[in-house]
């Protein structure tokens, strides 16, 4: 079946350092890509997606590119703050009958520190 | 922007007992889901619906789970008799029209304790 797995945390960093969390997946098709945000309390939120190879996400100064090749969805921000500690999902979407059913990976915590 | 919301924040309840979580997409959305993640694992699918129907179920969802749209506005997952494993954030989650691009926008979740 289809599978995530992205890079365990806790990843600390100071800011405006670079920042890369490293996803790979598995699926049978040409799934969509997405990575979620889960600020301290609060639910998951978008971040970027992209649909098809070679696509390039970006929000908010991050960015991921579907490298299917790879397999891998990877994402960066050149210069991080201390807003963006949360925990990053990334996820893949099942081309299903109906609607887009998500699987994640287990989740990166990421600290920035001032 | 428009936003999915989910009711109550925190549920704590008993053993055996029913819960209902309730939830509100966003209201031009067609699919509609239910995840959950227990504490310090993997969010985790449990089942999709749409056009009044399950579509999609996990192995978590068993008869135990049932799903609802009891209106036009309202998604519902009911847990009839809750188990300690149960404990777990619910997140509620909708989609729009278009199935292979349209992100799935989610809830806060709802934290349900079983004691």
């Known amino acids: 079946g289809d599978s995530v797995t992205q890079m365990e945390g806790p990843v600390t960093l100071s800011e405006e350092a670079f920042l890369t969390i490293n996803c790979t997946y598995t699926?049978?098709?040409?799934?969509?890509l997405f990575w979620y945000v889960q600020y301290p309390g609060e639910g998951l939120q978008l971040l970027l997606k992209?649909?098809?190879?070679?696509d390039k996400g970006s929000n908010k100064g991050f960015e991921a590119t579907y490298r299917k090749e790879t397999t891998s969805f990877h994402l960066e921000k050149g210069s991080v703050q201390v807003s963006d500690s949360a925990v990053y999902f990334c996820?893949?979407?099942?081309?299903?009958?109906?609607?887009?059913?998500?699987?994640f990976g287990g989740g990166t915590r990421v600290l920035v520190k001032p | 922007e428009p936003e999915v919301t989910q009711t109550p924040s925190h549920q704590v309840t008993q053993m055996g007992q029913e819960v209902i979580l309730r939830c509100v997409p966003i209201s031009n959305h067609l699919y509609f889901y239910w995840y959950r993640q227990i504490l310090g694992q993997k969010v985790e699918f449990l089942v999709s619906?749409?056009?009044?129907?399950?579509?999609?179920k996990s192995e978590i969802f068993d008869d135990q789970f049932s799903v609802e749209r009891p209106d036009g506005s309202n998604f519902t997952l009911k847990i009839r008799s809750t188990k300690l494993e149960d404990s777990a954030m619910y997140f509620c989650a909708s989609s729009g029209v278009t199935q292979r691009t349209s992100a799935l926008h989610f809830g806060n979740g709802t934290r349900l304790t079983v004691t």
């Open positions: 619906f749409y056009n009044n129907e399950i579509s999609e």
């Open positions: 996820a893949l979407s099942d081309q299903g009958a109906a609607g887009n059913k998500l699987t």
């Open positions: 699926a049978t098709g040409y799934p969509s």
């Open positions: 992209a649909t098809k190879a070679d």
